[in-house]
């Protein structure tokens, strides 16, 4: 039994049901009907009955898409910052992938969880339990975790109210015309290449906002950016940058691997400060990340590049 949140109130219940069973909206709708679901103990079948503040919701069944657990592996290191009964952050290194999926089925971020947090296999999606959110592969930096049944439905509601603060710092190809601006614009799967993101007039909204912390014209033109993200699409700030004509330094997906960085064995986008909701206290928790040392040492090339030729103001670090 789960007490729909403040950010839930008046949502259709088959919106509610698919973030507490990590379920499709579909999934959702077929476990209503069949009678799996009550609010207040009072057994509902119609999935658009709106949802009040507080209401007690019961999911009595699995949902129909059941998929199978995943074992845990002590092997992976995780870099926890913040645990408690229900939510958990961690400080992701690139290269680590956050669960499971196609080519990666080991190894993963959440398997390292579940070996230090065997109850997380209760919480959402078991083939990613207690996952809200995620981060690219070779994004470094910071990822909430749900930890309790409640932590999860209360942090899918403030994703889904884009009431989550994720910040990240970027540095991209050539120098943007506004210090800071947004970039409005939907996206959805490549039609040409699978693999990719793409802006297209059929992708879900997507909104990234931006500012430009420095820039740098040598050993190339470059700008280090902060990007907030309003929304939370694959590869979001990849594709938006690359959209803009300034595609992140590093990214060979999306043009942005080449001299004089392409000894850089990652894209420079690090995910620096993290805050939300805590689904049990109100309390808005905060974190901040700072770069890791191979993005550091590339500021750092850039920064000493340009003391080399005029006095500058001292770098803003994450």
């Known amino acids: 039994m789960t007490s729909v949140p403040s950010a839930l109130a008046g949502e259709r219940i088959d919106r509610v049901v698919a973030l507490m069973a990590a379920c499709t909206r579909a999934e ?37 898409a059941a998929r199978i657990a995943l074992e845990a592996d002590p092997s992976v290191d995780v870099v926890v910052v913040h645990e408690d009964a229900d939510v958990i952050v961690v400080d992701k290194p690139a290269g680590l992938v956050v669960h499971p999926g196609a080519g990666n089925r080991h190894g993963t971020l959440v398997q390292g969880l579940l070996a230090r947090y065997p109850e997380l296999a ?103 950016l902060r990007c907030t993200l309003d929304t939370g699409r694959t590869h979001q700030i ?30 420079f986008l690090h995910a620096e400060h993290l805050e939300f909701e805590h689904p049990s206290s109100g309390a808005r928790l905060t974190f901040d990340s700072v770069l890791p040392a191979e993005l550091d040492e590339v500021l750092s090339r850039l920064q000493a590049t340009a003391s080399d030729r005029e006095p500058s103001p001292p770098r803003r670090r994450a």
């Not at 060979?252 to 894209?267: K, S, T």
Request: cysteine-free.
């Open 238 to 267: 990849r594709v938006h940058l690359q959209t803009i004509g300034h595609a992140v330094v590093g990214d060979r997906r999306y043009g942005g691997h080449r001299e004089p960085f392409n000894d850089l064995r990652r894209f």
């Open 28 to 64: 959702a709708s077929a476990l209503i009907a069949a009678g799996g679901v009550a609010i207040n103990e009072a057994v509902v079948t119609k999935g658009s009955v709106r949802v009040e503040e507080g209401a007690d919701i019961t999911v009595r069944v699995d949902p129909p």
């Open 122 to 224: 209760t919480v959402g999606d078991p083939a990613r339990p207690g996952i809200v959110h995620r981060i690219d592969k070779d994004t470094s930096g910071l990822l909430v975790v749900a930890r309790s049944p409640d932590g999860y439905l209360h942090l899918g509601a403030q994703i889904a109210a884009h009431s989550v603060t994720r910040r990240y710092l970027a540095l991209v190809w050539g120098h943007l015309d506004a210090p800071r601006g947004m970039i409005d614009a939907p996206i959805g799967r490549s039609a040409r290449t699978p693999t990719r993101m793409a802006v297209s007039a059929k992708g879900r909204d997507a909104r990234t906002t931006y500012e430009v912390i420095e820039a740098y014209d040598d050993p190339a033109s470059v700008a280090l």
